[in-house]
C-alpha cells in the first residue's frame, strides 16, 4: 500500500541498530531485547484538530507524534529503542509525509530510535506511533507506589503548552510576539523527559508523565496508589514566558490543568528527595517539590491559607 511513501519514511528515518534482525519491509519486524529486560511498550494516536491545531507545520507534527511517546516511556523509566508509525492521511502527499518525517526523525535520531514498521492507509488525518524501550526487570517506575508521607515533584516547568494553545485564538492577543513564539514551541516540540526518567529510577516511588493536566494525571497515580495528593498551587513551576503572558489565577489553571507539557510527575521519600533533585540537576533537569502524598483519595490543590483552588475542568478529558 502507497509503496512510494514507505520509501519516502525509510529514506529520512533510517537509522541503524544492531538488535533490528529485520526492519521495514517484511511482513513484520524481526527485533532482539536485550536478555534481563522488560519490554516496555506504549501506544498513543495523534488526530488534526484534536491533538494537534489543524495548520500545524507537518514537521511539528512529526516530532510530536514521537515525543508523547516517548514521553510514556520516560514516564516508566525505560530506555527507547524502537518505534511503529500508523499514518493515516487524506491524500498521498509526498511533501506532507517528507517533512513529518523530518521531524519525526531528528527526535528518533536524539533518542536513538529505529523506526521499524508501520502502516499507510487513508483517511482524515490521524498518526499513531508505537514505542518499545527497555527496562531492567522489575525497576520500571509505576503509577501505583506512592506511599503516604512522600513527597511529590515535577520537572521542568508546568502551563506553557496549554498556553501556547491560547496564543493561537484571541485569549492570546496581548501576548507579545516573542513570548508567543516560545509557548507556541512548547507545544509543537515538547521534550520527552527519558534521561530524568532513568534517573528516577533509582529513586522515585510513583512517576507518571503530564499529558493531561498535572492534577487529572497525578489523579492516576493517586487512585493507582490509594492515597490522597495535596498540592500547592503557589509552588507550580512556570516559565519566565508563562510569567510574562498571564497573571496568576490563569497561569495556576494552565499549570495545573492545561495538558501537554511532557514534563514528569513524580513522589518520592522524603530522605531521598535530595538525592533526586542532586541526580536530576546532573543531567540538567530541575525539579520542583510541588505537594505530598497523604491519607484519603483524589488530589487536591491548595492556596496560601489551604483553602481548596476549583479548576474549571481537571484535564483533558476523551470523549468529553
Ligand atoms: P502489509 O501489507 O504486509 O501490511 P505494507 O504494504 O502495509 O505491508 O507495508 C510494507 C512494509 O512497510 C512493512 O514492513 C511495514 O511495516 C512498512 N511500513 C508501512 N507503512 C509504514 C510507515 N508509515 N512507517 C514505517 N514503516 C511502514
Ligand atoms: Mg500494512
Not at 510574562?244 to 501537554?260: K, N, P, T, W
Request: proline letters at 5%; aromatic letters at 4%; glycine letters at 10%.
Amino acid at each position: 500500500m502507497e509503496f512510494d511513501l514507505i520509501d519516502v519514511i525509510r529514506a529520512r528515518c533510517d537509522l541503524a541498530r544492531a538488535d533490528v534482525v529485520l526492519g521495514i519491509g517484511d511482513d513484520a519486524a524481526l527485533l532482539a531485547p536485550p536478555p534481563g529486560h522488560e519490554l516496555a511498550v506504549s501506544t498513543d494516536a495523534l488526530v488534526e484538530g484534536v491533538h494537534f491545531p489543524r495548520g500545524t507545520a507537518p514537521r511539528d507534527v512529526g516530532w510530536k507524534a514521537l515525543a508523547v511517546n516517548l514521553s510514556d516511556l520516560a514516564a516508566m523509566g525505560a530506555t527507547p529503542a524502537w518505534a511503529l508509525l500508523t499514518l493515516i492521511l487524506p491524500q498521498a502527499d509526498a511533501a506532507f509525509v517528507g517533512d513529518f518525517a523530518e521531524g519525526f526523525s531528528e527526535l528518533a535520531a536524539a533518542h536513538h530510535v529505529a523506526l521499524v514498521g508501520g502502516d499507510t492507509t487513508r483517511g482524515p488525518l490521524a498518526i499513531g506511533v508505537t514505542v518499545h524501550g527497555f527496562v531492567p526487570a522489575s525497576c520500571a517506575l509505576r503509577r501505583d507506589g506512592a506511599r503516604i508521607g512522600d513527597l511529590v515533584f515535577v520537572t521542568g516547568t508546568l502551563g506553557d503548552a496549554a498556553a501556547g494553545l491560547r496564543c493561537l485564538d484571541a485569549r492570546g492577543a496581548d501576548v507579545a510576539d516573542d513570548v508567543r513564539a516560545v509557548l507556541v514551541e512548547r507545544l509543537d516540540r515538547p521534550t520527552p523527559r527519558v534521561a530524568a526518567g532513568l534517573a528516577l529510577r533509582e529513586h522515585a516511588s510513583a512517576c507518571i508523565d503530564v499529558s493531561d493536566g498535572l492534577v487529572a494525571d497525578l489523579g492516576h497515580v493517586a487512585k493507582r496508589s490509594s492515597v490522597g495528593i495535596e498540592l500547592d498551587a503557589r509552588a507550580l513551576p512556570a516559565s519566565p514566558a508563562l510569567l510574562a503572558a498571564f497573571d496568576e489565577d490563569a497561569r495556576i489553571v494552565l499549570q495545573a490543568a492545561g495538558g501537554d507539557d511532557y514534563e514528569l510527575a513524580f513522589t518520592v521519600a522524603p530522605e531521598r528527595a535530595g538525592d533526586v533533585q542532586r541526580d536530576l540537576a546532573r543531567i540538567g533537569c530541575g525539579a520542583t517539590r510541588i505537594g505530598r502524598v497523604v491519607e484519603g483519595d483524589g488530589v487536591r490543590l491548595l492556596d496560601g491559607e489551604g483553602r481548596d483552588i476549583a479548576l474549571p475542568r481537571a484535564g483533558w478529558e476523551h470523549f468529553a
